[in-house]
């Protein structure tokens, strides 16, 4: 024979199983409600945060982003760059415009034909042409796969062997 367990049993009958059975609703019922202000206190705290993350970022536009240093730039001002595959020239646009780099350091190329390139984006003649202004280095038909061939580059003796 087994013995008798030491817990409540909520099958028992009469008043006593009356009595544990209600017990039981009344904490689980407890349960379930302070779950549900948990919750609700969750979701007003979220919704509190997003509405301050939107008025700093409204107040840093306006203040200016005193802050708020620029990215990494993985280059110098002075450093020369080199701009394989540039669609429609607006990014060597930009880095130009915000100072970025000096314009006679910029080399920007494109795989297509300046034909091509006329045909293919309606502003890129427009875009050439102040780049061109500013001292930009253009190159067209440059094929990235082999550079020193479409860049007419000049290989040295070691470079020679090593093939």
């Known amino acids: 024979m087994g ?7 909520i099958q ?10 209600h017990q039981t609703k009344e904490q689980t019922q407890a349960k379930l409600l302070k779950n549900a202000e948990i919750s609700n206190e969750n979701k007003l705290n979220k919704i509190k945060s997003m509405k301050t993350s ?10 200016g982003n005193k802050g708020i240093s620029k990215g990494l730039m993985p280059f ?11 669609g429609d020239f607006t990014f060597a646009k930009s ?13 920007a190329t494109s795989f297509d034909s300046y034909e091509e390139l006329i045909l293919k984006y309606p502003n ?13 280095k253009i190159i067209h038909q440059v094929d990235a796969t082999n550079l020193p061939l479409t860049l007419k580059l ?7 062997k090593s093939k």
């Open 3 to 9: 013995r008798k367990l030491k817990g409540k049993s």
């Open 12 to 21: 028992s009958k009469g008043l006593k199983g009356a009595l544990i059975r």
């Open 54 to 63: 939107k008025k700093s970022k409204q107040n840093n536009k306006l203040h």
């Open 76 to 86: 110098l001002n002075e450093d020369k760059v080199l701009l394989i595959g540039e």
């Open 95 to 107: 880095l130009i415009l915000q100072n970025y780099l000096i314009p006679e350091n910029l080399i």
């Open 124 to 136: 890129v003649d427009e875009v050439l042409k102040e780049l061109k202004e500013f001292g930009v």
């Open 154 to 160: 000049i290989q040295n003796s070691k470079q020679k």
